[in-house]
């Protein structure tokens, strides 16, 4: 074994090996998805005293490297007896692998990353800890459904909480970070070869199976409500039927006052200089040649759900010039921007004007040189969740893989600019409201991508300001989406979190108007699965579990989950734990954790595939070199790996009294539209009905089936149809279902609460 030390004091690398005390034995530990450690003691003699921040290498002597890191404090004396010149001392010398340097920055607050691939996001947290330390690995190109580095956390538990949740191993090691799948690295032990020690190998299987289990996960939008109220001029304050499901956050906020632009927070491309900070903000004299100009660009990218406002603050053009901010997918030039905004010059003026899905859509303004003005984006899709989360388990038959689907749904969009020279705020110009039919999952959003744009932006706010949406249509006109928020935003309502509706003085609904409220009902995700007879034994027992890691934010999540959990626990190897020692002498040679043991010893009931979970190798001052492995194994139903859960349900958890082996809900009725008159309601699903089908109409919620029920007021076989109203408060609920015995339903309702007079 050779072990050397750089104490950076221009000496290079010295090889210490020699000095290697033979009372105590060098120690590495390695544990999965987390920092290894090495711990050896020195007898000293003339070698130099390792430094606190040495770098260390440990290297077998057939070049297999064993553990690179750096001393990670000042080595401890302990006393070893009495010389002919005094007490004498070894020197216990304790180290941390590479990452260590990432660890020295804490993770701060990031935006959720969804459907992104772990190549990605553990890029954007190297790169954020300040330290190049490339990646490699086969599991870097795996999509991981949802996944926020921890704030506070360090570099190494963020990235072995990626790694689990992408079922893979990480380690830090020569300078590279190795991100593998789990399992790549297998090495075969067959008793009937030899290469097995029977006697080396305990343990058992720790867990009973299970066949029906039960898996909540977080809150989640539920009952898609679409609530109309009719004004009468005066009437100010409308209080909603139920209570809204908020989700307030503030997602990426920058006033542009620091001595840099933040690294963490934006990517900056400018080849010319054209882009600084100054007095006046993030400031732009002119752009570097290319669609792409010079681009200023968040790092993280945004789920395109629920309600999200982007407000670019203290805009102020110097001269004639061209750029584009607002949510670009994918790449940043002007023909991948989603919905944003377009300054350019027009003759001697310079305007501002929409952009939806790459062109300019909707009305323009002038822009003053050197006013202020504030530009808004505001972005509505019904549906909350954008991509599903990814859930891989190994199971009997490899591993099984769920989830990671995207979702496809539309958007309202409004777009508008606001005039605050002076500190004053002028009624806001109204430029586009108007939808689109299919959103993007994720956006960039970008602060400004320069062709040759002359001014500055003093900030940007990216906010959830709550997943309400408000419209507002006149006799005779159509509707208009209202901003909600404070009076002095030039809002024309604000609704409180109890759901009462306020319209500000000036912006009262008129006589005869309508007014529609879109937003969600919370509710607890949840699913109940059980696996199918053939694959569970008559043994197997129930289990009802919180998810923890990864995140699950939907019942459909919570679905997907709860089958990848019993594809393992119905697997009789997957219980398995236990630990396997040998030399290096022996089969199966140097293993790190996530490597696979391929073990076939049927005299001990044991022929499958055993996860290495942590190695300890000890190493001794010997000659040939002797090397002591004791291997932790387990498979993931004993100890899971990306997918963790809490033996516990929440308080008050609704308990689904039917266990399904497969999703069956129906997709809801999300595009549900209807038009209200004081004789009926007339309904259009959006979608056509299954074969078999229809949709369902009750006055209650959470009661749909195939008997008929008092609250049962309709079945149509068609989508569009019509409800006699009966009075001037009215509560419906939709569902679609299909022609199935018994019939599957959609998974949430569609409501539909009426609040205006009849005839």
């Given at each position: 074994?050779?072990?050397?030390?750089?104490?950076?004091?221009?000496?290079?690398?010295?090889?210490?090996?020699?000095?290697?005390?033979?009372?105590?034995?060098?120690?590495?530990?390695?544990?999965l998805?987390?920092?290894?450690?090495c711990?050896?003691?020195?007898?000293?003699?003339?070698?130099?005293?390792?430094?606190?921040?040495?770098?260390?290498?440990?290297?077998?002597?057939?070049?297999?490297i064993?553990?690179?890191?750096?001393?990670?404090?000042?080595?401890?004396?302990?006393?070893?007896?009495?010389?002919?010149?005094?007490?004498?001392?070894?020197?216990?010398?304790?180290?941390?692998?590479?990452e260590?340097?990432?660890?020295?920055?804490?993770?701060?607050?990031?935006?959720?990353?969804?459907?992104?691939?772990?190549?990605?996001?553990?890029?954007?947290?190297?790169a954020?800890?300040?330290?190049?330390?490339?990646?490699?690995?086969?599991?870097?190109?795996?999509?991981?459904?949802?996944?926020?580095?921890?704030?506070?956390?360090?570099w190494?538990?963020?990235?072995?909480?990626?790694?689990?949740?992408?079922?893979?191993?990480?380690?830090?090691?020569?300078?590279?970070?190795?991100?593998?799948?789990?399992?790549?690295?297998?090495?075969?032990?067959?008793?009937?070869?030899?290469?097995?020690?029977?006697?080396?190998?305990?343990?058992?299987?720790?867990?009973?199976?299970?066949?029906?289990?039960?898996?909540?996960?977080?809150?989640?939008?539920?009952?898609y409500v679409?609530?109309?109220?009719?004004?009468?001029?005066?009437?100010?304050a409308?209080?909603?039927?139920?209570?809204?499901?908020?989700?307030?956050?503030?997602?990426?906020?920058?006033?542009?006052?620091?001595?840099?632009?933040?690294?963490?927070?934006?990517?900056?491309a400018d080849?010319?200089?054209?882009v600084?900070?100054?007095?006046?903000?993030?400031?732009?004299?002119?752009?570097?040649?290319?669609?792409?100009?010079?681009?200023?660009?968040?790092?993280?990218?945004?789920?395109?759900?629920?309600?999200?406002?982007?407000?670019?603050?203290?805009?102020?053009?110097?001269?004639?010039?061209?750029?584009?901010?607002?949510?670009?997918?994918?790449?940043?030039?002007?023909?991948?921007?989603?919905?944003?905004?377009?300054?350019?010059?027009?003759g001697?003026?310079?305007?501002?004007?929409?952009?939806?899905?790459?062109?300019?859509?909707?009305?323009?303004?002038?822009?003053?040189?050197?006013?202020?003005?504030?530009l808004?984006?505001?972005?509505?899709?019904?549906?909350?969740?954008?991509?599903?989360?990814?859930?891989?388990?190994?199971?009997?038959?490899?591993?099984?893989?769920?989830?990671?689907?995207?979702?496809?749904?539309?958007?309202?969009?409004?777009?508008?600019?606001?005039?605050?020279?002076?500190?004053?705020?002028?009624?806001?110009?109204?430029?586009?409201?108007?939808?689109?039919?299919?959103?993007p999952?994720?956006?960039?959003?970008?602060?400004?991508?320069?062709?040759?744009?002359?001014?500055?932006?003093?900030?940007?706010?990216?906010?959830?300001?709550?997943?309400?949406?408000v419209?507002?249509?006149?006799?005779?006109?159509?509707?208009?989406t209202?901003q909600?928020?404070?009076a002095?935003?030039?809002?024309?309502?604000?609704?409180?979190?109890?759901?009462?509706?306020?319209?500000?003085?000036?912006?009262?609904?008129a006589?005869?108007?309508?007014?529609?409220?879109?937003?969600?009902?919370?509710?607890?995700?949840?699913?109940?699965?059980?696996?199918?007879?053939?694959?569970?034994?008559?043994?197997?027992?129930?289990?009802?579990?919180?998810?923890?890691?990864?995140?699950?934010?939907?019942?459909?999540?919570?679905?997907?989950?709860?089958?990848?959990?019993?594809?393992?626990?119905?697997?009789?190897?997957?219980?398995?734990?236990?630990?396997?020692?040998?030399?290096?002498?022996?089969?199966?040679?140097d293993?790190?954790?996530?490597?696979?043991?391929?073990?076939?010893?049927?005299?001990?009931?044991?022929?499958?595939?055993l996860?290495?979970?942590?190695?300890?190798?000890r190493?001794?001052?010997?000659?040939?070199?002797?090397l002591?492995?004791?291997?932790?194994?387990?498979n993931e139903?004993?100890?899971?790996?990306?997918?963790?859960?809490?033996?516990?349900?929440?308080?008050?958890?609704?308990?689904?009294?039917?266990?399904?082996?497969?999703p069956?809900?129906?997709?809801?009725?999300?595009?549900?539209?209807?038009?209200?008159?004081?004789?009926?309601?007339?309904?259009?699903a959006?979608?056509?009905?299954?074969?078999?089908?229809?949709?369902?109409?009750?006055?209650s919620?959470?009661?749909?089936?195939?008997g008929?029920?008092?609250?049962?007021?309709?079945?149509?076989?068609?989508?569009?149809?019509?409800?006699?109203?009966?009075?001037?408060?009215?509560?419906?609920?939709?569902?679609?279902?299909?022609?199935?015995?018994?019939?599957?339903?959609?998974?949430?309702?569609s409501?539909?609460?009426?609040?205006?007079?009849?005839?």
């Amino acid at each position: 074994m050779k072990i050397t030390i750089d104490n950076f004091d221009g000496s290079g690398a010295v090889d210490y090996s020699g000095a290697l005390s033979g009372a105590n034995p060098l120690t590495i530990t390695r544990s999965l998805n987390r920092p290894s450690h090495c711990l050896l003691t020195l007898a000293m003699g003339s070698a130099a005293m390792p430094v606190h921040g040495a770098r260390i290498v440990t290297t077998a002597d057939d070049g297999t490297i064993l553990f690179t890191g750096y001393v990670t404090a000042t080595p401890e004396a302990v006393y070893a007896g009495e010389s002919t010149t005094g007490p004498a001392y070894t020197w216990r010398v304790a180290s941390a692998s590479d990452e260590i340097l990432l660890d020295a920055t804490v993770s701060r607050r990031v935006v959720d990353c969804v459907a992104t691939t772990a190549g990605t996001m553990l890029e954007r947290m190297t790169a954020r800890a300040g330290i190049a330390l490339p990646a490699t690995g086969d599991a870097l190109s795996t999509i991981v459904g949802g996944f926020q580095p921890r704030t506070g956390k360090s570099w190494s538990a963020n990235a072995g909480a990626l790694a689990s949740a992408a079922r893979a191993s990480y380690r830090a090691l020569n300078g590279t970070v190795q991100f593998t799948a789990l399992g790549d690295q297998v090495h075969t032990l067959d008793e009937s070869d030899g290469s097995l020690d029977r006697g080396a190998l305990r343990g058992a299987r720790v867990r009973p199976g299970i066949s029906d289990v039960t898996l909540y996960g977080k809150e989640e939008p539920q009952t898609y409500v679409m609530e109309i109220f009719q004004g009468d001029g005066i009437t100010a304050a409308f209080a909603l039927s139920e209570s809204p499901l908020w989700e307030k956050a503030s997602l990426l906020t920058d006033k542009f006052t620091g001595p840099q632009i933040d690294p963490h927070v934006w990517t900056v491309a400018d080849g010319g200089g054209h882009v600084s900070l100054t007095s006046r903000g993030l400031t732009f004299s002119g752009g570097q040649s290319g669609a792409a100009g010079s681009t200023v660009s968040a790092v993280d990218t945004v789920e395109m759900g629920g309600v999200l406002t982007l407000e670019l603050s203290g805009v102020i053009v110097d001269g004639l010039g061209e750029g584009y901010a607002g949510m670009a997918n994918g790449s940043l030039d002007p023909a991948s921007m989603f919905a944003g905004f377009h300054l350019r010059p027009n003759g001697t003026a310079v305007v501002v004007a929409p952009v939806v899905l790459g062109v300019e859509a909707g009305a323009s303004a002038i822009l003053q040189i050197g006013h202020t003005y504030t530009l808004r984006l505001r972005f509505h899709c019904k549906d909350r969740q954008r991509a599903l989360q990814n859930y891989s388990v190994g199971g009997a038959d490899g591993v099984v893989r769920l989830g990671g689907q995207r979702l496809n749904a539309g958007a309202d969009l409004v777009m508008e600019v606001q005039e605050t020279t002076g500190g004053g705020l002028m009624p806001a110009v109204v430029l586009y409201d108007g939808s689109v039919l299919q959103a993007p999952t994720l956006c960039i959003p970008v602060a400004m991508n320069s062709l040759n744009f002359l001014g500055s932006v003093a900030s940007l706010d990216l906010t959830r300001p709550g997943d309400v949406w408000v419209r507002v249509a006149n006799s005779g006109s159509a509707a208009a989406t209202q901003q909600l928020g404070l009076a002095a935003q030039s809002a024309q309502a604000n609704i409180s979190s109890t759901g009462r509706m306020s319209f500000y003085p000036g912006s009262v609904p008129a006589t005869g108007s309508w007014i529609t409220v879109n937003y969600r009902l919370g509710g607890r995700s949840v699913a109940r699965m059980a696996s199918s007879p053939a694959t569970t034994g008559a043994s197997a027992g129930s289990l009802i579990v919180t998810a923890e890691h990864p995140e699950t934010r939907s019942s459909a999540d919570c679905e997907n989950a709860a089958l990848a959990l019993l594809s393992s626990s119905t697997w009789t190897d997957g219980a398995w734990k236990g630990s396997y020692s040998y030399w290096n002498v022996q089969p199966p040679g140097d293993v790190w954790p996530g490597d696979l043991l391929q073990v076939n010893a049927p005299s001990m009931g044991v022929t499958s595939g055993l996860l290495v979970r942590s190695v300890e190798v000890r190493g001794y001052a010997s000659l040939p070199e002797l090397l002591h492995y004791t291997v932790g194994l387990a498979n993931e139903w004993a100890d899971p790996v990306s997918l963790r859960v809490g033996d516990a349900a929440p308080v008050n958890a609704w308990l689904p009294p039917i266990a399904l082996t497969a999703p069956v809900a129906l997709d809801s009725l999300r595009d549900l539209s209807i038009a209200v008159t004081t004789t009926q309601i007339q309904i259009q699903a959006g979608r056509n009905a299954p074969v078999g089908g229809g949709f369902e109409v009750r006055r209650s919620d959470w009661k749909f089936g195939a008997g008929d029920g008092a609250d049962l007021v309709l079945r149509s076989p068609v989508p569009n149809f019509t409800i006699v109203r009966e009075a001037p408060v009215e509560r419906y609920f939709v569902r679609m279902y299909d022609g199935a015995a018994p019939p599957n339903y959609s998974r949430f309702s569609s409501a539909t609460f009426i609040n205006a007079a009849t005839q």
